[in-house]
């Protein structure tokens, strides 16, 4: 059995163990240190990225932005977020922005400003401040995630950006030029990638495990993540944490806010569905398991709440894309990749139709 298995190792080594269970691949970093808001995406790039569920290919415009150059002269929608916005996952031409420009026939330019590398609320104030706004957006959209902004609102690196005591400190630049400039450096070289040094039986053995494992989440709508961070936003009773992080979204927004005003922006927040708030196998065994029910709608009322307070347009896409998935019975994985919580082509293309029709409905778009 021994000298079977020793062969198996020898054989699969022969053939690439690393390309056969690589289970991610990018051709290049995408983003880049920056030393304003954290991370940005390299300018004029291009770059590759696949997963077992996707196959994506990304490009950026001169400032940076997973979007078109950008048009002289043409009015322009803004849109600021994390990971879902930027199009994790998903070509460009598939992306929430690239919906939203279809849909507007020309009318827009309609930037993407999201960035994944755990970008929240507090890091979008920077953004917006030292760059965004010189672009002179007619609308600016912010797009909340209620897991990954409430969480990593807290992170201590953010403390560069707002005190204890609620006070924005993030550093400003001496002119636009400054930002553009740390933008365009040029990618430095790539450190060599290292060797995996674990035995190709045994990731083998995790691959196989994987698949396995989310075939069975497919076939019996299960979703089989229960860490407490992502359940905790949706505990009514909140905890000293959650009620901070609450206070550094209202603070962020309303300095958001002030800024647009001052530009003569139209601001407007947008509470993405979460993939977790929408999966109803997830809500209830995370129940069972804090012991608590959790209520996919508070975080969406919270936030309204804040916006109201503070004057800003709202608009909560929960009930509208749990609506989407009755209508269409659709089932696990939802909106979402197979192999990845973020949302795929169809998630996309919802998320655009649907704020789009916000826009217009409620006569911001002029």
Request: glycine share 4%; proline share 4%.
């Amino acid at each position: 059995m021994i000298a079977s298995l020793v062969a198996c190792e020898l054989a699969l080594r022969s053939f690439g163990c690393d390309h056969l269970f690589r289970r991610e691949h990018q051709s290049a970093a995408f983003l880049s240190t920056n030393p304003y808001w954290g991370v940005w995406h390299f300018a004029n790039d291009r770059v590759e990225h696949g997963k077992s569920c996707f196959d994506a290919h990304y490009e950026t415009n001169d400032y940076g932005m997973k979007s078109p150059a950008v048009r002289p002269g043409a009015k322009s929608i803004a849109l600021l977020g994390d990971s879902f916005v930027e199009g994790f996952g998903n070509d460009n031409e598939h992306s929430v922005d690239a919906v939203m420009r279809q849909l507007l026939a020309g009318r827009y330019d309609v930037l993407n400003f999201g960035v994944s590398g755990g970008f929240t609320t507090i890091d979008e104030v920077v953004l917006y401040d030292d760059f965004v706004r010189y672009f002179h957006p007619a609308l600016a959209v912010l797009f909340f995630s209620n897991y990954n902004d409430l969480e990593e609102n807290l992170d201590p690196a953010k403390s560069r950006y707002i005190d204890r005591d609620l006070r924005l400190v993030y550093p400003r630049p001496r002119s636009f030029e400054e930002v553009v400039a740390a933008v365009r450096a040029p990618r430095a070289a790539a450190a060599a990638r290292r060797a995996d040094r674990r035995l190709c039986l045994g990731r083998l053995y995790r691959v196989a495990e994987k698949a396995i494992r989310l075939e069975s989440q497919m076939l019996f709508n299960l979703r089989w993540d229960f860490r407490d961070e992502l359940a905790r936003p949706y505990l009514a009773e909140e905890d000293a944490d959650m009620r901070r992080s609450w206070a550094i979204v209202e603070t962020a927004l309303g300095r958001i806010r002030d800024v647009a005003a001052a530009d003569a922006t139209t601001f407007v927040v947008v509470d993405i569905a979460d993939p977790y708030q929408l999966d109803p196998n997830w809500l209830r065994l995370a129940s069972v398991r804090s012991r608590v029910a959790l209520d996919p709608t508070h975080p969406n009322r919270r936030l309204g709440e804040i916006c109201q307070k503070l004057g800003i347009a709202y608009y909560d896409m929960y009930p509208d894309a749990k609506q989407h998935l009755e209508s269409n019975r659709l089932r696990f994985p939802y909106l979402s990749f197979s192999c990845d919580r973020h949302y795929s082509r169809d998630g996309q293309e919802l998320m655009g139709n649907l704020v789009t029709r916000y826009l217009e409905e409620n006569r911001l778009l002029r």
